[in-house]
Nanobody, 125 residues
């Protein structure tokens, strides 16, 4: 049974930092990522990483502020978020793709097969 458990969200002031974690289990995953849903908007991919950890993707809005990483031994993916802005507010979902190769990286939310329950991030200005 596949399970993704994401955590680490909370309330933080602008320019602060948060670290999200996602513990995955049940099968081997290829690309893993974080997808954000802001109030009243669709889900947008924020960051992604392939199984090897070599290739990463970041949305333009978060480049140089967010860092995605994964620990395959723990089957866990992380999102370090620095210099947070009010527009980063939203529910962050961990997402994982079924195995498609070590270098496969999903850029779009539609490319993911499994989802966590979501963790709320609120940035106050």
């Amino acid at each position: 049974q596949v399970q993704l458990v994401d955590s680490g969200g909370g309330l933080v002031q602008a320019v602060g930092s948060l670290r999200l974690s996602c513990a995955a289990s049940g099968r081997l995953f290829s690309s893993m990522g974080w997808v954000r849903q802001a109030p009243g908007k669709w889900r947008d991919s924020v960051a992604a990483i392939d199984w090897s950890g070599t290739n990463t993707y970041y949305a333009d809005a978060v480049k140089r502020r967010f860092t995605i990483s994964r620990d395959n031994a723990k089957n866990t993916v992380y999102l370090q978020m620095n210099s947070l802005k009010s527009e980063d507010t939203g529910v962050y979902y961990c997402a994982a793709a079924r195995w498609r190769g070590a270098s496969y990286i999903g850029v779009l939310a539609a490319e993911y097969d499994y989802w966590g329950q979501g963790t709320q991030v609120t940035v106050s200005s």
